[in-house]
C-alpha cells in the first residue's frame, strides 16, 4: 500500500491510496457486499465504486474460504476487479450471541446453530485465504457506554490479537488494518491508538463508533485520534453511512468508511437525496413525474420517475431494491466526490455548512 496526502484544507484530506497498482481517491465509502454481493444489485451497476467491502465471518461459514481459494480468490468468485476489504469477524463478535474464550470468541453459526470457535489467528488465514486487498485484525468490541475498566480489557484483548495477527499474516498482497478501541474516554483511545502504532499496520481504523453514540461523541474521538495516528497512513472509521455523519467526519481528517445505511435505507423505501432522505411509499409521489434527484447522475435517476419506482416499491416487486439501492450508493458517492473535490480547492468548509443546512 502506498498513501500520499494531495491536499488538506484544515483536517480534511484529499489523498491516493495506491493497493496492487490500483489506485482510490480518497475520501472514500466502500458498500457493504458481506457474502460477496449488495442484496439485488450487480456489481456492473457500481462503475464508480473503487473498493467494496466482505465479510470474513459469514464467507468462513458459506461458502469457506478454502473453497473460495480453490475457486481463483474472492475477486475471481465474485467478479470483482477492483478493490475488496474484508472485515474480520469482530463486528459479529459484538452484534451476534457470542461467548469470549481465553484465545477468542465462540459464535453460534446463524445458518445452523452450532457452535464453533473464531481465533484472530483463523480470522487472519481465513483472508488470506480469501485473498482480499486489505485485511482487518479481529478486534474485540463491547459497548461505547461500558466502564473503563471494560473498555482497558477490551484494548488489551485487541492489542495481544493483533500481535497474533500481524504474526501469521502471510498474504504479501494484501494489506493490513490494525483497530483502535476505547469507547468514548479519549485517553483510553490514544492508549489503544498508540498500541496499533507500535505494530506498524498498513492503516488504522477507529471501531466501537456508529453503535449508538452521538454524533458530538464521536467527533471527539475522531479528532483527539486525529492528532495521534499517523498522516502518512490511512483512517477509516467503521461502520458509518449517513450522509451528514460522513461529511462532519472527513472534516476531521477520516479517509474511508463503510456501511449497509444505504443499501437497508432502500430495501425499506427510503430514498438518500444528499443531506437527508424522502420515503417512496408515500401516497404524494404517486404521479410525481421527476427523478429521485434531478442532479443525481445515477442509472435510477437517468432512467425512472419517482411514480414508477413507487408503484415497483407498493407492489412488492423486488426490482424496485435494485433501482433504489443504486441510487443510494451512487449518491452517497457523489457526496464524497463534492467533499473531495471542495477539499482539493480549499473550499471543504463552505461546502459542509452549505451542505448540512441544504
Known amino acids: 500500500m502506498a498513501y500520499k496526502l494531495i491536499s488538506n484544507d484544515k483536517n480534511a484530506r484529499a489523498g491516493l491510496l495506491s493497493i496492487n497498482n490500483i489506485e482510490v481517491q480518497t475520501p472514500t465509502f466502500m458498500p457493504v ?28 461459514l458459506r461458502p469457506g474460504a478454502q473453497l473460495i481459494n480453490d475457486l481463483g480468490g474472492l475477486h475471481n468468485f465474485m467478479n470483482w476487479d477492483k478493490l475488496i476489504l474484508t472485515d474480520s469477524g469482530g463486528f459479529q463478535a459484538w452484534s451476534l450471541p457470542t461467548k469470549l474464550l481465553n484465545d477468542g470468541i465462540e459464535f453460534k453459526n446463524v445458518y445452523d446453530g452450532s457452535f464453533f470457535k ?9 483472508q488470506n485465504l480469501l485473498g482480499s486487498d486489505i485485511a482487518m485484525i479481529f478486534d474485540y468490541l463491547i459497548d461505547y457506554d461500558r466502564s473503563d475498566d471494560d473498555q482497558m480489557k477490551a484494548i488489551e484483548i485487541t492489542s495481544q490479537w493483533a500481535e497474533k495477527a500481524k504474526s501469521v499474516h502471510k498474504n504479501n498482497k494484501q494489506d493490513l488494518f490494525g483497530i483502535v478501541q476505547g469507547g468514548l ?17 498498513d492503516g488504522y481504523a477507529i471501531g466501537g463508533l456508529a453503535i449508538g453514540e452521538t454524533s458530538t461523541e464521536r467527533k471527539k474521538v475522531v479528532e483527539h485520534l486525529n492528532s495521534i495516528l499517523p498522516l502518512d497512513k490511512p483512517r ?13 467526519l472527513i472534516d476531521s481528517g477520516v479517509d474511508m468508511f463503510d456501511c449497509v445505511w ?18 417512496i411509499k408515500n401516497h404524494k409521489f404517486m404521479k410525481d413525474e421527476k427523478p429521485i434527484d434531478t442532479n443525481c447522475k445515477c442509472f435510477t435517476c437517468i432512467n425512472y420517475s419517482r411514480a414508477y419506482l413507487r408503484h415497483l416499491y407498493v407492489n412488492e416487486n423486488t426490482t424496485s431494491w435494485l433501482y433504489l439501492t443504486v441510487h443510494n450508493i451512487i449518491q452517497t458517492e457523489q457526496i464524497i466526490e463534492e467533499a473531495r473535490e471542495s477539499i482539493l480547492n480549499s473550499s471543504f468548509e463552505s461546502f459542509k455548512k452549505e451542505f448540512i443546512n441544504e
Open 33 to 60: 457486499a458481506t457474502r460477496g454481493a449488495i442484496k439485488s444489485t450487480p456489481h456492473q451497476y457500481l462503475d464508480k465504486t473503487s473498493i467494496l467491502l466482505a465479510n470474513a465471518y459469514h464467507l468462513h
Open 118 to 126: 473464531m481465533t484472530p489467528e483463523e480470522s487472519i488465514n481465513t
Open 185 to 201: 474516554n479519549l485517553d483510553l483511545r490514544e492508549t489503544s491508538a498508540k498500541s496499533m502504532i507500535e505494530l506498524d499496520f
Open 236 to 248: 477509516y472509521v467503521m461502520g458509518l453511512g449517513d450522509t451528514v455523519g460522513l461529511i462532519d
Open 262 to 279: 444505504p443499501a437497508r435505507l432502500a430495501r425499506h423505501g427510503k430514498l438518500i437525496t444528499r443531506n437527508s432522505y424522502i420515503n
